[in-house]
């Protein structure tokens, strides 16, 4: 069964230019996670998708970082203007749904980002 | 302070050792734990969740220890492929439930 994927795995930009990220989830997972990794740093949540529905956005930058889950399936997050503090790792995760205990969490493999 | 704190590391250990990581955690209302692993420039990996009776899972043992929101990793007779960093992750409940929070992570270089 194919994993989470993301694309593209590495992006260098300059500053104030856009970005976006796309990943695919698990078939049938329901559960959508965008997460921001610094170096050094653990995973930290962006948004949180059940199904299209954005549940959980708190931790979202919004004047520039957007994301969209249109069929409940891929999403995408987009950055615009990307600044030079933006260059991160950008993690995709699934799981098939938010309950308690939550299920297992799987990763894809990230979009690197560095914004020159 | 810190909602999820390791230990800083790196720590470096031959072949054979047993290791500790030890975590801390500020959400008393956290209901699930986990140690996750995660190679260099790779993703992060479930590698186990944490119970209050403690758990095994071959040369791995977690425990948790409520009261005092502490959460460990005993790793036994370590191998060169447990090289990685070890992330402790707990769930913010009494918030938004079913997020997970992450420390730092601890890295762990296992050397012949």
């Known amino acids: 069964e194919a994993g989470v994927v993301q694309s593209p795995r590495y992006k260098i930009i300059e500053k104030k230019q856009p970005v976006a990220f796309w990943c695919n989830p698990i078939s049938g997972h329901n559960t959508l996670y965008w997460y921001l990794q610094n170096l050094g740093q653990g995973p930290e949540l962006l948004i949180r998708y059940e199904n299209e529905e954005a549940v959980d956005d708190s931790q979202l930058p919004k004047d520039r970082f957007s994301a969209e889950r249109l069929k409940g399936v891929d999403s995408t997050l987009k950055i615009q203007p990307a600044e030079l503090g933006d260059s991160a790792v950008y993690l995709c995760?699934?799981?098939?749904?938010?309950?308690?205990?939550?299920?297992?969490?799987?990763f894809g493999p990230g979009t690197r980002l560095t914004v020159l | 302070r810190k909602e999820v704190e390791q230990d800083p590391g790196p720590f470096n250990v031959p072949e054979g050792a047993t290791v500790a990581f030890n975590c801390t955690y500020s959400n008393s209302a956290s209901q699930s734990f986990f140690w996750y692993r995660q190679d260099c420039r790779k993703e992060p990996k479930l590698l186990m969740s944490?119970?209050?009776s403690g758990n095994e899972d071959g040369r791995f043992t977690a425990q948790l220890n409520r009261a005092s929101q502490y959460i460990s990793l005993l790793i036994r007779d370590s191998k060169l492929s447990d090289s990685a960093t070890y992330l402790c992750?707990?769930?913010?409940?009494?918030?938004?439930?079913?997020?997970?929070?992450f420390g730092k992570g601890t890295k762990l270089s296992v050397k012949p």
């Open positions: 944490v119970y209050s």
């Open positions: 995760a699934s799981s098939l749904d938010s309950g308690t205990p939550p299920n297992e969490q799987f």
């Open positions: 992750v707990v769930t913010n409940d009494g918030g938004s439930q079913g997020n997970l929070i």
